[in-house]
């Protein structure tokens, strides 16, 4: 019965066309029934038969589209909206107060289980802080160093050259913490992820309750913009969990914006200096094309306004 089923499907398949007529439809019920009975042995199968499988073929050919549609969202995780950002055009700079607070966050919240092992608290300086105030919040971690004359590692308070801390030893330590699942280094995440600023921005403050009829495992929250939309970080960020000192109000997306700022920043850190390195080359290429074309007009002049004249003698 199988392969007789088989036979009709891949027959009508090629009556597409003709199945979409209406009488088609009408018949393709009943038909469809009398094609998932007829046996291996049935001769021909009736043209009501195979008109209805080339319409169970058209159907079908519809919903798998869709299927793959709908995967492919939930794998790819939800379309991140655009946001503004104080970084986004080409004469534009970060907010820098904003990189201040981000910090904050990052570091109240988010140090607790992800690294920024390529970030030093001296890249901080002139950007977020000044010296002194770098150096006492490097002052308050502690690094190990050595070996001592003694040959042994001890700790000391962290300096300006030293590297963010990390939470973890190495990466089981953090997947056992975790539940198996590694929270990654964050210090180029805005540059490592599609739409980095937005992505992170939506990922933050996206949680919500998982729709009906989807249950997750324990150790996993439901998020729409994260691949999959089960993530095994919960929601960090709530209002008035960071305290500012500059006074903004701390709601959790204010948070968000300001951690995602940090984030940029700590990805392409020479973005502001290299933008301005740009406005001057075009500055510059534009004034020497402008003398470039005065020099050559300038140059060609004798040779452009002679008139040669040849006068022949017989
Ligand atoms: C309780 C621990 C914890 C805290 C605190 C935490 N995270 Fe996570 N984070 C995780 C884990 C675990 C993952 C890995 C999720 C996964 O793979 O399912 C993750 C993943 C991420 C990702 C990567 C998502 C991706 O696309 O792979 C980003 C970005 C992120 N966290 C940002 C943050 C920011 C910003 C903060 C601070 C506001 C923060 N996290 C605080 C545990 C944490």
Redesign the pocket.
Known sequence: MRSALFRTLGKGLGLCAEASSTRAMQQSVPALTAAMSSTASDSEPSKAARYAAALGGVIAGIFGASCVATASEAGDGLHAPHYHWSFDGVLDSYDHGAIRRGHK??QQ??A???SMQYLHWRQLVGVCYTEEEAKALAAETEVEDGPNDEGEMYSRPGRLFDAFPSPYMNEQHARFA?GG????D?SL?SGG?HDGPN??FS??TGYRDPPAGISLREG?YYNPY??GG?????K??VDGGVEYEDGTPSSASQ??KD?VTF?AWSSYPYQDEMRVMGIKACLMISLLIGFAAYSKRLRWAPIKSQRIVMDVVN
Do not use: G, K, S, T
């Open positions: 966050v990052y919240v988010c607790a289980c992800h975790n699942a590694y929270p990654p964050l995440i992820r992505y992170i990922l933050l996993l994260f691949p089960a993530i095994a970080m919960p960090m960020l948070q968000a951690v984030l």
